[in-house]
Every structure is written in structure tokens, then in C-alpha cells.
């Protein structure tokens, strides 16, 4: 593959990906209200549709990741971020349903914000990256 075409194929990439950032942060945003309410004593409900939208995005962060190391693969000269998953365990999650308590929520809701920064930061980089991809095809 020459220069031209990895260039193409890396803008591809890049276009295909931040529409999947915008997706999981509107969830991520939607699961941050859901948890504010949860923080003011919501309940099971809250704590329901909070992880529901966590879990979309979830989804939708694993598909970022997987066309984020294909566009590693084509820019191999270019340093592209790493693993943008949201850490978010297994216990974190059965905690937050059984005690259900403001420090779980807490724990959770911080979580949620340090996803949306990280997808905001990556989202940045994919901007920089397209941008600089731009000047390189004549």
C-alpha cells in the first residue's frame, strides 16, 4: 500500500470512529444524569437505566478500540492512544446494585466522567491526526 492510500485508509478510519465517540459519549452523558439521580437516593431504577447506558457504551468504546488499532496498523509512524475501554469492573457494577449507597454511586459517577474526558480527549487527537492527514493529501 502506498503513502496515498494509507493516508485514505487512515481518514476512513478516523471517520468511521468518531461518529462511535459522539454515540458513547450521548450515552455516557445520558448514564451521568441516571447517576445523579441515583446519587440523590434513586434507587434500583436509577442504577437499571444508569448501566444500561454505561453498557452501550461500553459496546460502542470496545468497536472504537478495534478500528482505533486498525488505524495503528495503517499509521504505523503515527502514535495513535491506546485502550480508551472504560474500566469499569465486575465488582464495581454488583456492588452499586447491592449496597446501593452515595458511596458507590460516587465511585461509579466519577468513573463515568473520567470516560467521557478520556473519549473527549481522544476525540481531540482523532481531530488533530484527520487534520494533519489533510495537509499530507494533495
Known amino acids: 500500500m502506498n503513502s496515498l492510500q ?3 485508509t487512515a481518514k476512513s478510519l478516523i471517520y468511521e470512529i468518531l461518529p ?3 454515540d458513547a459519549k450521548t450515552d455516557l452523558k445520558k448514564a451521568r444524569m441516571w447517576g ?13 437505566f444508569k ?7 461500553k459496546s460502542q468504546m470496545y468497536e472504537v478500540n478495534t478500528k482505533l488499532k486498525e488505524l495503528e496498523r495503517v499509521l504505523s509512524c503515527i502514535q ?3 485502550d480508551y475501554r472504560m474500566n469499569v469492573n465486575g465488582f464495581l457494577t454488583f456492588a452499586d446494585f447491592l449496597f446501593d449507597g452515595v458511596i458507590f454511586d460516587a465511585v461509579m459517577f466519577s468513573k463515568i466522567w473520567q470516560s467521557i474526558d478520556a473519549l473527549e480527549d481522544l476525540e481531540t487527537k482523532l481531530q488533530q491526526t484527520l487534520s494533519a492527514l489533510d495537509r499530507m493529501s494533495f
Not at 445523579?36 to 437499571?48: A, E, P, S, V
Not at 448501566?51 to 457504551?57: F, I, L, R, S, W
Open 20 to 22: 462511535l465517540i459522539d
Open 51 to 57: 448501566h444500561m447506558k454505561m453498557n452501550n457504551a
Open 80 to 82: 495513535i492512544p491506546g
Open 36 to 48: 445523579i439521580g441515583d446519587l440523590l437516593g434513586g434507587g434500583l431504577f436509577f442504577d437499571l
Open 6 to 8: 494509507n493516508v485514505n
